[in-house]
């Protein structure tokens, strides 16, 4: 079965034309300070949406801890997985796998592994030219939890970065130290290492309190040679983008503008508040039914949610034009 669905997948690639195949994928990556914040459904309802818009679309699952998009897009994990890209033995475009779904395919992660796995920064900066010469119009990367170095190099070289949280403080906390280490981990490539660890200290000053007034990552590099200002207002205009997922309250879903209002202050950071999606008990309820929730109910106000954030990062001038 899941060799004729990929045989199907080959072929109709074959019989494409070239045209906007031929482009580079869009990458957009999923990720969190803390696990079990809803990344992985996440992932799969943005992906779900863009490929009802009609777009082509691959889901990556690269938790390495913990894949389970299979689970969340109610398919059985396949037996060809990312392993085999690291491996050596198939290429990243060879474990593309079609689903039930039009225009929707993904990428199986590590399942059949018993040894704890990592990736390695090299095998990073290999797997992000893979990731965009993939043949479709987006490629969703789901990670697993925490500021790890690979997470932050794939969240740098994204198209469009969602960071996901809930409103528990637990959650939050791990949100901003998450902010913090991509802008470090970003500002590190042009550093010099004196002035990189420079910054360092002074950011563990800031958070000893000893500093006589608040940081921020902005006068701080004004004053500073060695790192790259220009570099720092670019992460602005390629924004974070924050996610509230499980909210359940008015206030939980401006829990989002407060935090992007803290990065405003005391990094100096623009990111942009997506906005809250509910909770909702259907979603974890599919799940056990085996079929994702957008699917079983495409007319919730999750649905919705999904579908304008899509559309105001695809099309905004769309969007305009309806509300
Ligand atoms: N908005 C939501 N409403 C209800 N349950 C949710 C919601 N988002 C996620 N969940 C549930 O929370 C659990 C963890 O979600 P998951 O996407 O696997 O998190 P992560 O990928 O961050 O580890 C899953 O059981 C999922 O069904
Ligand atoms: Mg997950």
Known sequence: M???????????????????????AKIWVVASGKGGVGKTFVSSSLAITLSKFGHSVIVVDLDLSGANVHTSLG?????????????????????????????????????????????????????IPQLKSLRANYVIVDLGA????????????????????????????????????????????????????????????????????????????????????????????????????????????DLGHSIKSVCNKYYDLGIDYVGPVNYDNAVWQSIRNHEHVLVAQPFTPIAGQFWSTCKQLIDPEELRAVV
């Not at 899941?2 to 195949?21: G, P, V």
């Not at 420079?198 to 006589?212: A, E």
Request: glycine share 2%; with cysteine.
């Open 2 to 24: 899941e060799r004729d669905l990929q045989k199907a997948y080959l072929e109709s690639l074959e019989s494409q034309t070239s045209t906007s195949e031929d482009k580079n």
């Open 75 to 127: 398919l059985k994990p396949s037996h060809m997985n990312i392993r085999h890209y690291f491996e050596g033995v198939k290429t990243l475009q060879e474990l593309v796998i079609p689903t039930p779904f039009p225009q929707l395919s993904y990428v199986q992660g590590f399942w059949d592994s018993w040894t704890p796995t990592d990736f390695s920064y090299a095998q990073i900066q290999g797997l």
């Open 146 to 253: 925490g500021a790890l170095e690979p997470h932050l190099e794939l969240f740098k070289a994204a198209d469009e970065k969602f960071l996901v949280t809930t409103p528990e403080p637990t959650s939050v906390e791990k949100t901003y130290r998450f902010i913090e280490a991509y802008v470090c981990h970003a500002l590190k490539a042009d550093a010099t290492p004196d002035a990189y660890s420079n910054m360092i200290s002074t950011l563990r000053n800031h958070r000893q309190r000893t500093l006589q007034k608040p940081f921020s990552f902005r006068s701080f590099l004004k004053d500073q040679n060695g790192l790259n200002y220009d570099f720092f207002e670019a992460l602005s205009s390629k924004p974070v983008r924050l996610v509230m997922n499980s909210s359940r309250s008015q206030t939980n879903a």
